[in-house]
């Protein structure tokens, strides 16, 4: 069982940057595959930025591709998602999900995620 808390969310002007972390309760955090999404109002989730569980490969939304960046610190059990040239586009409820797999794969689908964050909220003043 992975439990998840995500932070970092908040006003920000467009043009603006956020950093998002996502941290994870298991001591196994390292054999976790990890994805951010977003969910905006009247909308359905959806993918932003995903990582393996060493960080050594990432996928992005093409939306977000070239301004956010997703890390990770497996000794802290944390993920970060760097948000830079933030847009009004980008207002949303973004949440962190996590799934046991240790090898270079990344997911992008909702379905292929096990465990999920609250979320944290993410406002873009244009």
């Known amino acids: 069982q992975v439990q998840l808390v995500e932070s970092g969310g908040g006003l920000v002007q467009a043009g603006g940057s956020l950093r998002l972390s996502c941290a994870g309760s298991?001591?196994?955090?390292?054999?976790?595959?990890m994805g951010w999404f977003r969910q905006a109002p009247g909308k359905e989730r959806e993918f932003v930025a995903a990582i393996n569980y060493s960080g050594g490969t990432t996928l992005y939304a093409d939306s977000v591709k070239g301004r956010f960046t997703i890390s990770r610190d497996n000794a802290e059990r944390t993920v970060y998602l760097q948000m830079n040239s933030l847009q009004h586009e980008d207002t949303a409820l973004y949440y962190c999900?996590?799934?046991?797999?240790?090898?270079?794969?990344?997911?992008?689908?909702?379905?292929?995620?096990?465990?999920w964050g609250q979320g944290t909220q993410v406002t873009v003043s244009s």
């Open positions: 999900a996590a799934r046991s797999a240790r090898s270079t794969f990344v997911f992008s689908r909702l379905f292929e995620y096990d465990y």
């Open positions: 298991a001591r196994t955090f390292s054999n976790y595959a």
